[in-house]
């Protein structure tokens, strides 16, 4: 079993990582791993680092300028925070197959807040930019990169309603939430090709995946090692 627990943010490659990880993970191996989400509304807020607001949105460079000046910090140890979407490409590349976690059952009504809470941060953050604490070039960044955020959230929801399907309305609506909500994600992922040697096995690994979603990292951690040692996760 491995694990990386908020980890992957802080190497200059994650890809190489995972490449590693991959390497290691023998047949019946797991993979645990958990990636914040820096594009959740709850991290732009305040990052999970450095308790910041919008330093999620910056690059590392500007990301240093910024812990610099608020914190007098010489130092900033985050590489590149990185979308779903482009973990999911790395997962595939590096033969890995991914069970996120995360449990989500989302309404309408819950994607309509968000928003308003979106809308809400924005205008915090135009009125943070006239503030000493925080450097107005930055702040400024971080704005024009916030209203290009919730233009993609729009662009999210009104694909969600353009849908006449209820299903793919639901799928929809689930991804907004995990893309835009989720400050953390829980991963369990175990190698591609002994994946595709039979069914019984990959149904195994997503029930086993399943009976997870509700529990804590650490309690995670703990069944998970279990079920190795005892070799019941996977079944050839």
Same mark, same amino acid.
């Given at each position: 079993?491995? !694990?990386?627990?908020?980890?992957? =943010?802080?190497?200059?490659?994650?890809?190489?990582?995972?490449?590693?990880?991959?390497?290691?993970?023998?047949?019946?191996?797991?993979?645990y791993l958990t990636i914040p989400n820096a594009f959740s509304i709850g991290q732009i807020q305040k990052d999970c680092h450095y308790g910041l607001p919008g330093i999620s949105l910056l690059d590392p460079d500007d990301g240093a300028a910024y812990v610099k000046y608020t914190l007098n910090q010489p130092f900033y140890d985050v590489s590149w925070y990185y979308r779903y979407n482009i973990f999911e490409h790395l997962f595939k590349r590096y033969g890995l197959l991914e069970k996120l976690l995360n449990p989500y059952d989302v309404s309408f009504e819950d994607v309509a807040n968000l928003k308003r809470e979106y809308d809400q941060l924005l205008v915090d953050m135009q009125n943070r930019s006239n503030h000493s604490q925080f450097p107005p070039e930055l702040t400024?960044?971080?704005?024009?990169?916030?209203?290009?955020?919730?233009?993609?959230?729009? !662009?999210?929801?009104?694909? =969600?309603?353009?849908?006449?399907?209820?299903?793919?309305?639901?799928?929809?609506?689930?991804?907004?939430f995990r893309d835009y909500h989720t400050e953390l994600w829980y991963f369990i992922l175990r190698p591609l090709?002994?994946?595709?040697?039979?069914?019984? !096995?990959?149904?195994?690994?997503?029930? !086993?995946?399943?009976?997870? =979603?509700?529990?804590?990292?650490?309690?995670?951690?703990?069944?998970?090692?279990?079920?190795?040692?005892?070799?019941?996760?996977?079944?050839?």
């Open positions: 079993m491995i !694990t990386s627990d908020n980890v992957i =943010e802080h190497v200059s490659d994650p890809g190489r990582l995972l490449a590693f990880c991959s390497q290691l993970l023998n047949k019946e191996g797991i993979f400024q960044r971080i704005v024009n990169r916030l209203r290009h955020h919730i233009q993609m959230l729009e !662009t999210d929801l009104l694909y =969600e309603q353009s849908q006449e399907d209820s299903k793919i309305k639901s799928i929809q609506r689930n991804r907004i090709s002994s994946s595709q040697q039979s069914c019984s !096995t990959q149904q195994d690994f997503f029930s !086993t995946s399943d009976m997870l =979603e509700q529990l804590s990292g650490r309690q995670m951690i703990k069944i998970l090692s279990k079920k190795i040692i005892r070799r019941l996760s996977f079944r050839n």
